[in-house]
């Protein structure tokens, strides 16, 4: 698995962080190949080469501002990161043709390769590629998640909810160019994230097949600080456009912002290569899951379009 980050924190924070195992197995950081993973690869879906972003490649606009008020509410959050980074999140927009901001948003990951890439759009229809940003700790081995404590992301067909304050500090940072870029404390400055609808109807029901009787978990979110207990982390900096756009997708016009969450990008290859690694689920069972996640990859990659998609026991069902 990964590097364990406690190893890297303050021995006050190594009991706290220690804790996040209740909901997941394991706390990591980077995966020890990430650095075998080219920044620069060929992105068959935007159609030509795509650069994968990290907090550095992200410059502030200004170089100080103060404290506000109330550095907890979402009007504060979102005013500041305009202030700190508002010209180069327009100039990404408005370099593919789009209205800035966007009113569509649409978010997918890759595990193996460690990306997170931004979609978005003026209309639920022809979304347009924006940035892919490297995730910095996760689970990044594919297989699904099936229990509590299994140290695993997610894989599959998910909505997200914003929400506010947390008493982790790893779900705090303060938003000053001189601290956003350090760890988090809590009750300190700015607590924002989104969280995934884990499990959904077919996660439990692929609990209840491959694990009887075992909670599948839950408590999924996406946020800062770069710590993980299966959830999805960032770099601060590099989080703060992953939550901006977020918070512009319209969800009375379009429904829920939809994130799908994928092994790696498909191949035969890749499938073939990873389907005996898991233990929990035998190598058949697995390609078969994964065949049909697949089948949701490939249609948005055809469409570019927000995916229709049911539930029919473990499996999705896609409307075209």
Known sequence: MGNNILNFLPAGRQGILALAILFSCSISGNKPDAANIKCNTKDSVAGNTKEVIDAPDIPFDINECKSGKNEQSPEFISSRIEELIGK?????????????PPSCILFRVFKIEQEYEIWAGNSMENLTHIKTIKICAFDGEPGPKLTTSDGKTPEGFYYCDISYGSKYWWMWMKLTPDDVDKSGEASRGSSFKMCINYPNAADAERTKKFMKGKNPGGEICIHGNCVSAGCISFKNRAFL????????????????????????RFTEKLKSRYCDSYS??????????????????????????????????DKYIFKD
């Open 88 to 100: 180069s999140l327009k100039k990404w927009v408005t370099e593919k043709n789009l209205n800035y």
């Open 241 to 264: 456009p992953v939550y901006y756009f977020a918070t512009k997708h319209n969800t009375a016009k379009y429904g829920k912002l939809q994130i799908h969450i994928f092994p790696f």
């Open 280 to 313: 929990k689920i035998d190598g058949k069972s697995l390609k078969s899951f994964w065949d049909n996640l697949e089948e949701g990859y490939r249609l948005f990659n055809k469409n570019h379009r927000l995916l229709n998609f049911s539930y029919q026991q």
